[in-house]
């Protein structure tokens, strides 16, 4: 981690003029009221995860209640506020922003913490298995494509996303082939594979950033897999991580143990480590990282 001032993305063309968040909620009804009603409802999962994550002190429950009522009501309040439209745009982000500067307003400052390190455990596991067998892979194509799916696959591991939270509660043995067996058949929403397996056939890329998301299997059986892979090809790659906790994120404290654990398990991991050629960053200032890369 840089001690120095945090700069913009140095590839963003106008960095005064960009907006992270696609959709502004004050322009879309439909959308806010989707939203807005999904977080009303997960609130009321991440006040069972607040107190459960301090359960042995006695006023756990109280001050999570009073997280959940403090939440609704600011909902509530930025659901009925009149729109300016100099006003800034009201994103997911915001919500999500929210819940969080409210959950540390009641002390709950990780509570998925717990949570967080015995799936990173348990994913470190697996890794020698799936990187096994993503090297029996003998058609780069077919590898590269087994690579993105699991990219794609590890991201539903989000307790921020209501319908996968649904699923990891009714199911604690929900994991990466599952996962994969739920990812839509192509073309995706946004499918540019084809585009990406022909860059592939070319020069490898100087260097590759990588903004983490999720604990557990995301970044160890997702994400990790994909690093070593552009290791191999000689790029070096900067896994990014926010300095504090949202919801079931990996934090750049976490980040930096579960690489270390990792360099026990991959040989081209732990080389490129110590070298320099896999670096750890820190995104300043610690917000959460929403980016329409």
């Avoid at 960095?15 to 009603?37: T, V």
């Avoid at 500067?101 to 400052?109: A, V």
């Avoid at 794609?152 to 604690?172: H, P, R, T």
């Avoid at 070593?228 to 790029?235: D, H, I, N, V």
Wanted: with cysteine; glycine share 4%.
């Amino acid at each position: 981690m840089s001690s120095s001032s945090s700069k913009g993305f140095p590839l963003l063309q106008d960095l005064a003029s960009y907006i992270p968040d696609s959709l502004d909620l004050n322009r879309d009804a439909a959308a806010k009221e989707y939203w807005f009603g999904c977080f009303d409802r997960l609130v009321l999962k991440f006040e069972l995860q607040a107190a459960k994550s301090q359960s042995s002190d006695p006023s756990a429950d109280a001050r999570a209640a009073q997280f959940r009522e403090h939440y609704q009501e600011k909902l509530r309040q930025l659901k009925k506020a009149n729109v300016d439209p100099n006003d800034q745009p009201l994103t997911i982000r915001t919500l999500l922003e929210l819940n969080q500067k409210s959950l540390r307003l009641y002390g709950f400052s990780d509570p998925w913490k717990e949570q967080k390190n015995l799936e990173n455990e348990a994913s470190l596991k697996k890794l020698p298995a799936r990187l096994q067998w993503l090297d029996q892979v003998d058609d780069m194509n077919a590898k590269w494509t087994a690579i993105i799916k699991g990219v794609l696959a590890g991201n539903m591991f989000d307790w921020g996303a209501q319908a996968v939270s649904q699923i990891l509660e009714k199911d604690a043995g929900f994991g990466l082939e599952e996962a994969l067996e739920r990812i839509q058949k192509r073309p995706w929403l946004v499918d540019c594979l084809e585009q990406w397996l022909e860059r592939m056939k070319g020069p490898a890329h100087s260097c590759a950033t990588i903004f983490t998301d999720n604990s557990g299997i995301d970044i160890v059986l997702g994400i990790l897999p994909l690093v070593r892979e552009l290791l191999l090809r000689k790029t070096k790659v900067l896994l990014c991580a926010n300095t504090e906790p949202a919801l079931n994120d990996i934090t750049y404290e976490e980040l930096n143990e579960v690489v270390k654990e990792c360099c026990s398990e991959c040989e081209t991991i732990n080389q490129a480590y110590h070298s320099g050629m896999l670096k750890i960053n820190c995104l300043m200032p610690p917000r959460i990282a929403i980016c329409s890369l």
